[in-house]
């Protein structure tokens, strides 16, 4: 029963190592998809202990405009802007017209995607997603 | 080359402040300094370079565009520098880059320096007007921050180069004062930057108008994304990360 325990909790340990040396290889992937023109939104992921909160910075796209969904572990987020947005600045992208944002991202395991809120001010989106909770079970 | 080195485009005259503004927390110190330099149309007196900058060469108005421009301006009887850079500097030149600003300004007589940035704090979202706080050096730099209304910063960490250059100016007994605007860690804040900018009003008697800033605040926003992706990567690098953690002295 405890090795069975070890050996779960370890491949927990690791799924949770991949999908962080996942997230940290992104940092260094192109922020602009130019066939789609799509641009991935800068975003952080918090661990507020009981939840784990998503915040994605969307500037210039309206609330009706952002689509949340989960899907198994995956969270998506989509947003079009209120008018396309032209890099001209950075002459890898001058000639790409961004019109929306795609972000998508791996959730930790004990999530309950179910329960998960989102709030949309100012152009900043926040999704709160609880943490499943843990109980104990009577030993008889 | 050595480390770092200044070209002065003309003969600079003596200033009272020298204000800094570089990409840190929320890029507050890279938009306001340049919103500052645009809205005031601030001279370029010099530029800085160095090998610890990256390899790039920026263009504006089909000519080369220093990244790292010191301007100048004045307001009635005050004149500041205004040093404006559009990059992060790693960890390893950040230690020199200190030393170099702080002497290059003293040498030019400045009787201040004016760091304007960031203080990363979480509840951002939920503040409709970011307080600023003041972290001084020396007891008039104190002083002045308590005359001037700003929130005194008096326990907690600064870091990366604004906390070498206060270090620098500590160690020289320069006056130096950081002003910090709360505000986000990883998006570019303007609302941040337009409370700093206000707060230059009772320092340098210097009303500028922040309306524009904040009607194109979301457009600042989304150009920025890629900045402040790149500066996060260098302010990892320089132990931001040191700002939520609980200093030795409250355990």
Redesign the interface.
Known sequence: MAEEWFEESFRELRRELRRLLREAERLFEPVVDAERGEVEPLYEVVDAGDKVLVRVDLPKASKEAVEVSIVGRRLVVRASLREPLRLCDVPYYARCEVSGYKLELELPPDVDAESAQATFRSGYLEVTIPRRRSFRVKVE | MRDWDVYELREIPRADYLIVGMPDVGLVGLIASTYLARTLGAEMVAYMDSPHLPPVLLYHEARPHPVMRVHRFSTGERSALLLVSEVAIGVRGIHSFARFVVEWGLSKGVERLLLLGGVPT?QR?KLEKPAVYGAGVTREDVELIEKSGFNLFREGFVSGPYALILKECYKRSAKGIALLAES?????DPGAAAAVLAALDPLLGLKVSVEPLLEQ???I???L??T??RTM?AMREAGKAYEFAVPAMYM
């Open positions: 979480p979202m986000f860690l990883n998006y570019p605040e979301e457009e926003r989304a150009r994304r890629e402040m992706k990567e």
